[in-house]
């Protein structure tokens, strides 16, 4: 298996713009996971979705930030509009059923910068 | 709810020196423990784990032992390398039954071994 993958790797966006950040997880892996990790803050879990439901969103810091998990192999992270203190690197990671294992396998990571 | 300290430094050491990382932790349930580490550039990846009381996990020369009597899961090697320069986050798991299976992380502490 490839591994988490993670598109663009890098972004960069005006203030204002619209930005969407993609994974694709591991296959089988029935937890997805998004992250953000700032110097300020350190990593911060932002929502994660079990069987592409969204479990827990309480980590999105504000309407503007929405995920979807539309199939078990695809997942989006939007900006609407996005603003600079947004930048940041952006981490999707997966993991097995954690009632087995809760091992998170990481993607490298989306730095998204907003000017 | 559950909760990670562990050291931030940054931290420099020379080549061959011995590495202590302390990390405790607050969890109502069992937690498993964990260490992941990112290299420059990259996304997280799991280093070593213990699921138990006592149970000591180990890679690539790194070991650290799950204490449950003083809550720690400290990470220790004893000759450092110059490849070992990174940034270290513990991390915890409950998987208690009703817990959530997310990770908990620490802030993150950045190493840095200069030859």
């Known amino acids: 298996d490839a591994g988490v993958i993670q598109s663009p790797r890098h972004e960069v966006t005006e203030m204002g713009q619209e930005v969407t950040l993609r994974c694709k997880p591991i296959?089988?892996?029935?937890?997805l996971f998004w992250y953000r990790q700032t110097m300020m803050r350190g990593l911060e879990l932002l929502i994660y979705?079990?069987?592409?439901?969204?479990?827990?969103d309480s980590g999105m810091p504000e309407d503007r930030f929405s995920a979807k998990m539309p199939n078990a192999s695809f997942s989006t992270l939007k900006i609407q509009p996005s603003e600079p203190r947004d930048s940041a690197v952006y981490f999707c990671?997966?993991?097995?059923?954690?009632?087995?294992?809760?091992?998170?396998?990481f993607g490298q990571g989306t730095r998204l910068t907003v000017v | 709810g559950d909760s990670v300290t562990q050291m931030e430094g940054p931290v420099t050491l020379s080549e061959e020196a011995f590495l202590t990382i302390n990390c405790t932790y607050t969890?109502?349930?069992?937690?498993?423990l964990f260490w992941y580490v990112q290299y420059p550039g990259e996304g997280l990846q799991l280093l070593l784990k213990?699921?138990?009381?006592?149970d000591k996990g180990s890679n690539k020369g790194f070991e650290a032992t799950y204490r449950k009597e003083t809550t720690s899961f400290h990470l220790e090697k004893g000759s450092v390398q110059v490849s070992d320069s990174a940034v270290y986050f513990c991390?915890?798991?409950?998987?208690?039954?009703?817990?959530?299976?997310?990770?908990?992380f620490g802030k993150g502490m950045k190493l840095t071994v200069n030859p």
């Open positions: 991390a915890l798991s409950d998987r208690r039954k009703g817990g959530s299976e997310k990770l908990v």
């Open positions: 296959s089988g892996h029935d937890y």
């Open positions: 213990a699921t138990k009381a006592d």
């Open positions: 979705f079990n069987n592409n439901v969204p479990i827990d």
């Open positions: 969890a109502t349930g069992y937690p498993s």
């Open positions: 990671a997966s993991s097995p059923n954690p009632a087995v294992d809760t091992e998170a396998f």
